[in-house]
């Protein structure tokens, strides 16, 4: 089976992604007394769950069912598809860059009765939402990794709800922060740096 070792391989990556993902949830709900977001307080929130995290549970059962070979392949490039499984080892990595760097802060969703610290520093300095940008790579890699239709269109919807959820979450800051947060969003690209060289603070 061609494709059992990308497969397999994305299916423990995104397994492990979002396992780490729960492990945050609980180690906020024992320091802060809440579950990070998990089930926001906003009603749109929740309802995107319904959608979202179906999408997760097929995102990590896929690549393993493309693996047992019981989901048809689009083509078998073997070197585009591990290319593709080591960029979803980079994201993965850097993902929990940002993770450690949030602390605290780390959310899920949007809580309009709550104020978080406002994070610019570290990968947040170049980008927004790295965060959500590391997660579409993910996504994307694992449909070049397991070419179906299926997660090709997974990775369509998931990538275009981080891309509404960045903006819904850009609204929320900009009126939860003020000037400090118009600042940052003038200087900062929202999922690709727009420079290198940039460094803000605020």
């Given at each position: 089976?061609?494709?059992?070792?990308?497969?397999?391989?994305?299916?423990?990556?995104?397994?492990?992604?979002?396992?780490?993902?729960?492990?945050?949830?609980?180690?906020?709900?024992?320091?802060?007394?809440?579950?990070?977001?998990?089930?926001?307080?906003?009603?749109?929130?929740?309802?995107?769950?319904?959608?979202?995290?179906?999408?997760?549970?097929?995102?990590?059962?896929?690549?393993?069912?493309?693996?047992?070979?019981l989901l048809h392949p689009l083509y078998d490039l073997p070197l585009v598809q591990w290319g593709a499984v080591a960029v979803a080892v980079l994201a993965l990595a850097l993902?929990?860059?940002?993770?450690?760097?949030?602390?605290?802060?780390?959310?899920?969703?949007?809580?309009?009765?709550?104020?978080?610290?406002?994070?610019?520093?570290?990968?947040?300095?170049?980008?927004?939402?790295?965060?959500?940008?590391?997660?579409?790579?993910?996504?994307?890699?694992?449909?070049?990794?397991?070419?179906?239709?299926?997660?090709?269109?997974?990775?369509?919807?998931?990538?275009?709800?981080?891309?509404?959820?960045?903006?819904?979450?850009?609204?929320?800051?900009l009126q939860t922060h003020g000037q400090a947060y118009g600042n940052y969003l003038a200087g900062v690209g929202r999922f690709i740096p727009r420079s290198l060289k940039a460094?803000?603070?605020?």
């Open positions: 089976m061609p494709h059992f070792w990308p497969g397999l391989c994305i299916g423990i990556i995104v397994g492990f992604y979002w396992a780490r993902v729960i492990k945050l949830v609980f180690k906020q709900r024992r320091r802060a007394g809440h579950s990070a977001n998990f089930l926001p307080a906003e009603l749109l929130g929740r309802t995107l769950r319904l959608i979202w995290y179906p999408l997760v549970a097929l995102w990590i059962a896929l690549p393993l069912l493309a693996a047992w070979g993902t929990m860059v940002c993770w450690k760097r949030m602390g605290k802060s780390w959310r899920m969703g949007i809580d309009p009765n709550e104020k978080t610290q406002l994070i610019i520093s570290g990968p947040y300095a170049y980008v927004r939402h790295p965060i959500y940008a590391l997660s579409s790579l993910l996504m994307i890699a694992s449909a070049i990794a397991v070419p179906s239709t299926a997660m090709i269109a997974i990775a369509v919807i998931h990538c275009a709800l981080l891309q509404w959820e960045a903006r819904r979450e850009e609204k929320y800051l460094h803000h603070s605020v």
